[in-house]
């Protein structure tokens, strides 16, 4: 069968099943390219699912480009609260900035400008370009690289098959109707081909599909395992003679930057005092390294100059990763005895 029969399949199997999602458009809508830039930066490795309440919050917050920018960090990092990968809020911000400064609120539809933009790597520009301007684009992902693995008996480690991969998608992709094509190839991973048991059966292309029926089907593509390292240590509660607890702010370079935290070492600093280990542990998995920190209760009169205390219950006001929202549950409060 020839490729576009394929992808007219594809695009006929849309129009009947695609998803009905707060961000798109149908009936011939006129895409807002802001609402596809906010919803395609949400959804880099994360989930539909997990996205949608936290795209409704953002936008009724933050309803236009110009909301955005006029947003501080903290602000935007609150938002953002609990989706990880923090470094996306800050691009978001960054690039609604620059959108209001250089482009006059408008964003742009060249290729090689749309992709100076501050969160927008390959895969973002084109799914951007397609989705919000109908540009013909090829937009690969963990879901397009699934499905042309598995329509192409492509078998070896993903890793070796980059260009074959992007060849074939290149081939599928509708020049016609690309924002359409692009939705469609998203959903078909996510609910037809998924990682686990796909469910060939309801699928438009299993008559052509080179997996369908192999046994074998979930291990395609094939990835080559990588260990994550292991990080033990400890994370301090501290409380002074105010009942108040001690946070700090991360650096604005590296890992979470700009958020806020509890203190957290394999060793312990030794401004503390009344320091008692608890039998408690919050663990979390980040890209390459997981986390595992045993609670640890402590006392400070005084604290170093990088953080500041705070109320319990003031300790919503400030954004913190997953991890140190989990660390807020074993709050208890131990004044420190004061000095003064
Ligand atoms: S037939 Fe099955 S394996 Fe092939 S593309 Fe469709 S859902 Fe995926």
Known sequence: MENQQLTQLLLDWFAQNGRDL???????????PYIVFVSEMMLQQTTVKTVIPYFTRFIQRFPT?????SATDDEVAKYWQGLGYYSRARALLHTAQTICQIYDGHFPQIESEVAKLKGFGPYMTASFLALAFNQP???IDGNVMRIMCRMFGLTQPLDEIQPKIRQYAATLASKTHPADYASAIMDLGATVCTPKKPLCVLCPWQKYCASNGRADIEQIPARRSVSKKEYNGFVFIICNAKGQIYIRKRSEKGLLHGLYEFPWNTATPDWLSDVSASENYVTHVFTHIKMKLQIVYASAAKAPNDGFFVLPTQLTDYPMSTLMQKVCRYIKITKARSTE
């Open 22 to 32: 707060p961000w798109r458009y149908k009936g011939g809508a006129h895409p807002n």
């Open 65 to 69: 480009v110009q909301d955005l920018a």
């Open 137 to 139: 684009q090829t937009v």
